[in-house]
């Protein structure tokens, strides 16, 4: 699996089990990949509360995601 295309589809589901279903992967592993990207960008993309999560933002306040992802902010 991409580490690009498992951000992708958490970010359109704001789940990460949602993403996986639709991946046919299992939840750890959309979480690994997400991780793994972060990590190699040295961002973070996904901000984690609790069992929730959202978008992180720039220091300009500005959404990481892309517009089509932008209904989790």
Do not use: D, W
């Not at 991946?23 to 592993?29: F, I």
């Amino acid at each position: 699996m991409n580490a690009l295309r498992a951000f992708s589809a958490v970010a359109e589901a704001g789940s990460y089990t949602v993403a996986a279903e639709r991946l046919n992967v299992t939840q750890a592993a959309v979480s690994q990949q997400v991780k793994s990207l972060e990590r190699h960008l040295g961002v973070a993309l996904v901000a984690r509360r609790g069992r929730s999560i959202g978008c992180c933002q720039t220091n300009s306040n500005q959404s990481l995601f892309t517009p089509k992802c932008r209904n989790l902010c």
